[in-house]
């Protein structure tokens, strides 16, 4: 699958895979110098970079394990979406969650893009839905009794 990137800044890195068979292409800090992010904190990270994805697919922007756990960074929003008619720069708001301040560097590996299908719904209002063994159980209505 091909997927336009346009670069919005020289110092920009094209989005790229860690191995052969990586789901997910890692995005880069596209930032001027190193960035602090305080602890309990949410910055915008710009990644210099804007997507064409093709219609029927969205980019999912996930957090980066290594960076979640050595350094307590992941996004905010838990998963970002990327829309396929979206052209303006991909960010990402990375939240500090550990107890002190950590640094992102220029270039560094901030999160990563998933790019998947989706299927767009059509909401039908209904007076009553079909019976299911669950039913209206919910959280954990599943799980161990």
Known sequence: MEVGIKKLSSNANLPSYGSEYA???DLYACLEGDMEI????????PTGIALELPLGYAGLIYARSGLATKKGLAPAN???????????????????????????????????LVITPYVTAQFIEKDELSDTVRGAGGFGSTGIK
């Open 23 to 25: 789901a997910g292409a």
């Open 78 to 112: 838990k998963v970002g979406v990327v829309d396929c008619d979206y052209r303006g720069e991909v960010k990402v708001a990375l939240h500090n969650h550990s107890e002190i301040p950590q640094t992102v560097a220029a270039g560094e590996r901030v999160a990563q």
């Open 38 to 45: 305080k602890p309990h904190t949410t910055v915008l990270i």
